[in-house]
């Protein structure tokens, strides 16, 4: 993997050695021991009829030792992922703080100490990253993180170090939609350290972009990291289910992966903060992981109960499967389309079809439009 930008945490030999290492015991565990564990839980199937199939399967598969091995190597991966990347972190903590008082002063930034996380973050440590997105840590360490951290967990596929494939392919498909429009001022709720945000801007030159997430931390870093980017990026601190902006105010608001790691009322809730955020005629677009559960492999709804019970994502499952037209139906949004578009690292517009071509090529998309 390349590096990336001037805020990313650096490795030293032996860190990038480390940081190697998980990343290939991680495409190990995916491509070599879950394809045979899939076939152990085809064996255990309780048939199309059966109204828990897949809790079933789980359940049968844990009377396996083999399958408790796959399941504590996954978590073991997982959590040294976090705690080398973290060491490594740590060790430049002062520098990265350094370099984030130095970035070119570019965007804004806002932070609101009284931002109090739902719950669904506050009670959990999505992806077993320590401290969670909240983090309430002086400095940018936390944003340092969730940065190099999450390439390494997308095992560098997604854009490499930069991680930021979702946010050309979410560009990509608003141009494919709707080529020609130039919103004037868009927004993304959930934005983590800006790794969307960024191909966001860069993509629609002409606009003012706002980004918001409940870390302050993870902001700080982000402002600088997009600063370095050479982009503008205005990033507040907040609940995406309370935005902080008034209504109306802008022509396209979009979330990546954002949806899956909030609850069933969570969804509801920041659907309907869309419809209150965008002017009359404004699109909203809800990127998200590339599987719908009626029509994955068992293994893959079996996976649904593993990221709940060994990845502290409980709501995995309930968000491939939310039927996303009747909930933007319900938010008050018309010309509503779902469907996947093919993973890109350019804006230009590309394929967008109801059929996955899985992990790291395509991503599933339900976007819209309020009405005038
Ligand atoms: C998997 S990360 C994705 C970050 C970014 N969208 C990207 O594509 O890189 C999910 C982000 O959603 C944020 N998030 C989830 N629920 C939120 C809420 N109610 N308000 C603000 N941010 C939220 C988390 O804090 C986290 O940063």
Not at 288 to 304: A, F
Request: with cysteine; aromatic share 8%.
């Amino acid at each position: 993997m390349t590096e990336g930008h001037a805020m990313l945490a650096r490795t030293n030999h032996d860190e990038r050695a480390e940081q190697l290492f998980v990343r290939d015991l991680k495409t190990y565990i995916a491509g070599t021991l879950e394809p045979s564990i899939a076939k152990s839980a085809e064996c255990l199937d309780p048939g199309e009829g059966h109204n828990s199939r897949a809790e079933t399967t789980y359940r049968l598969l844990q009377e396996s030792e083999s399958f408790g091995g796959y399941l504590s190597l996954r978590r073991a991966s997982q959590e040294l992922l976090w705690s080398l990347v973290g060491a490594s972190v740590d060790r430049q903590r002062g520098d990265l703080d350094a370099a984030a008082r130095s970035a070119p002063v570019r965007g804004s930034l806002t932070l609101d100490p009284q931002t109090k996380q739902p719950e669904y973050l506050a009670d959990r440590d999505v992806h077993l990253m320590p401290g969670g997105y909240g983090a309430d840590i002086e400095g940018v360490a936390q944003g340092a993180l969730m940065d190099r951290g999450g390439a390494v967990y997308m095992l560098g596929r997604n854009g490499g170090l930069l991680n930021d494939g979702r946010g050309w392919t979410l560009a990509s498909h608003l141009k494919t939609r709707w080529p020609g429009r130039a919103p004037k001022r868009i927004l993304e709720l959930g934005c983590g350290i800006g790794a969307s945000a960024v191909p966001l801007a860069k993509a629609f030159p002409q606009a003012e972009v706002h980004a918001l997430d409940v870390g302050a931390s993870m902001l700080r870093y982000a402002h600088a990291r997009a600063a370095y980017l050479d982009v503008d990026i205005h990033f507040t601190q907040g609940n995406a289910e309370r935005a902080p902006y008034e209504d109306e105010s802008f022509d396209c608001v979009f979330t990546c992966v954002v949806l899956h790691e909030t609850s069933p009322a969570g969804i509801e809730a920041i659907m309907a903060e869309c419809a209150r955020l965008l002017k009359p005629g404004g699109i909203v677009a809800h990127l998200e992981v590339p599987q719908r559960y009626d029509s994955v492999p068992l293994w893959t709804k079996v996976r649904g109960e593993i990221e709940h019970e060994y990845n502290n994502e409980p709501n995995w499952k309930v968000a491939i499967s939310a039927d996303y037209a009747a909930q933007l139906t319900r938010a008050g949004f018309i010309d509503i389309e779902t469907g996947f578009q093919d993973a890109v690292r350019d804006a230009s517009p590309g394929s967008f079809d109801q059929v996955s071509k899985g992990v790291f090529r395509s991503w599933f998309l339900a976007s819209g439009v309020k009405p005038q």
